[in-house]
């Protein structure tokens, strides 16, 4: 169901924006400056991609589109495993639980998903018509 895209999107997006603050606020004096650009990272990533799924929300109630809806969990899924395994990694040590560290390697996965997200949006825009 399209709607389940909004609303993905805007949890994405709101939660997005509470890590911002976080870490702008919290984080600053806690996590070293690498870890802080790469906790910023999962941000900004998460937020983008949050409206990009607002936005096939929106080309999916103009065009029914299967290349989008693919997109869209590709996406979704993308970003959960990306951002969130970078915000695993940034604060692991701050939680104490160092057998974090295994989520390592989820960081690409995510952004494969992602990047094939991206190659759906091409392929559904290219299938439309006109």
Known sequence: MNKNILIKGAILGMIAVL???FGA?????????????SFKTGVRYQMIHAVVLLFLFILLNKFESKQFKIAAYLIFWGVILFSGSIYQLTLKNIVGLEVLK????????GGLLIITGWLFILLGGMSLKG
């Open 19 to 21: 890590g911002g603050a």
């Open 25 to 37: 606020h919290a984080l600053k004096e806690i996590l070293s400056p690498e870890h802080l650009d």
């Open 102 to 109: 295994f989520v390592g390697p989820i960081t690409p996965i």
